[in-house]
C-alpha cells in the first residue's frame, strides 16, 4: 500500500495566530493547499490533514477555562462556541482544500473522541482507514472535547497527529509551523538562535524549548517535541519544517530531507 502521510498544519500558520486575531491566513492557507495538491500529482502517497486551531480554538478555549476542566455551568456555553468557532475554521481548511482540487472530508474530534484528564484514550479510527483507503484526505483537527475525569478537555492537533500516527500505521509525520523548526531556544524571543537538524532523546535536554508566544491552551512547542519524541520512539519518525516559506511542504511532501528539524529515536 502506499505511504501513509500524517500533515500538521500549524494555526501559527494557517491563522492570524501571532496578532491573536480570529482570522484565517487565507493567503498561507491557498498557497499550502496548492502545494498539497501539486505534490499529489508529482508522487503516490495517502494523505491525512490534523490542524491547529490558532485563536480560534486557544482564545474562547482560554478565555471559558476549558482548559482547566468542568467547573462552572458558566463553562458549557465555551464549550459550544469553542466547537462551533473549530468548525468554522475546519470548514475553511476543508473548503481551501477542495478548491485545489483534493478531495478532502471533514472528520470532527468532538463527536467521537473521548479524553481521560487530557490524554486521548478513544477516538474511532475505521471510517479513517476506509477514507484512506479509498484515496480521500480526512481532515481532522484540535477541537474541545468530553473529557471523563474532568468533564471536558482540550485534544491539541499536536496529541491527535501521533495518536492517529500510531494507530493508521503511518510512514512519516509532517509538521507545519511558523518558523524553519525546532531551534535551540525559542527564535521569537529576540536573542540568537540555532536551528536544531536532528532531535533524539539524547541532545534534547540542552535545549530551551518552550511555549508559544500567541495564546496557547496546549502547551505550544514543548508538548509538540514531546509527544513527537516519543513517537520516534515507537519507530514514526516526524519532521518539523516552516509552512510559511513557500515550496518547503511541497519538497517534504515528495520525500526531500532536511528541511527543518528531524525527530528521530
Ligand atoms: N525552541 C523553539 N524552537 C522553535 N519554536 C519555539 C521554540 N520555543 C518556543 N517556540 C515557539 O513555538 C511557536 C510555534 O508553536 P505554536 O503552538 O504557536 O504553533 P502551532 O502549533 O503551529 O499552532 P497551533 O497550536 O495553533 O496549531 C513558534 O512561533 C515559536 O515562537
Ligand atoms: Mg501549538
Do not use: W
Request: proline share 3%; charged share 25%.
Amino acid at each position: 500500500m502506499d505511504e501513509l502521510v500524517i500533515l500538521k498544519l500549524g494555526g501559527s500558520v494557517i491563522t492570524k495566530k501571532s496578532d491573536n486575531k480570529r482570522e484565517v491566513d487565507r493567503v498561507n492557507l491557498r498557497r499550502l493547499c496548492q502545494e498539497i495538491a501539486e505534490a499529489i500529482d508529482e508522487k503516490r502517497f495517502r494523505l491525512l490533514v490534523v490542524h491547529g486551531a490558532g485563536p480560534f480554538g486557544h482564545v474562547p478555549a482560554q478565555e471559558y477555562g476549558l482548559d482547566k476542566g468542568l467547573r462552572s455551568g458558566k463553562q458549557l456555553k465555551g464549550f459550544s462556541l469553542t466547537r462551533q468557532s473549530m468548525e468554522e475554521l475546519n470548514s475553511y481548511v476543508v473548503d481551501a482544500l477542495l478548491e485545489a482540487g483534493i478531495n478532502a472530508i471533514s472528520y470532527q474530534p468532538s463527536a467521537v473522541g473521548v479524553l481521560s484528564g487530557g490524554k486521548l484514550i478513544y477516538f474511532p479510527t475505521k471510517v479513517l482507514a476506509y477514507l484512506l483507503e479509498m484515496d480521500m484526505v480526512p481532515v481532522s483537527y484540535g477541537d474541545v472535547l468530553v473529557d471523563e475525569k474532568t468533564g471536558v478537555g482540550i485534544l491539541s492537533g499536536d496529541h491527535l497527529v501521533p495518536y492517529l500516527a500510531r494507530k493508521l500505521h503511518a510512514s512519516r509525520v509532517i509538521i507545519t509551523t511558523d518558523v524553519d523548526g525546532i531551534f535551540d531556544v525559542d527564535p521569537k524571543g529576540g536573542g540568537s538562535s540555532e536551528l536544531i537538524k536532528e532531535i533524539t532523546q539524547r541532545n534534547m535536554a540542552s535545549l530551551s524549548v518552550g511555549k508559544s508566544r500567541g495564546t496557547d491552551v496546549t502547551g505550544g512547542m514543548k508538548r509538540k517535541l514531546d509527544e513527537l519524541l516519543r513517537l520516534a520512539g515507537e519507530g514514526i519518525n516526524s519532521e518539523v519544517i516552516s509552512g510559511v516559506k513557500p515550496g518547503i511542504l511541497k519538497r517534504s511532501l515528495l520525500g526531500e530531507k532536511n528541511l527543518g528539524t528531524l525527530i528521530r529515536e
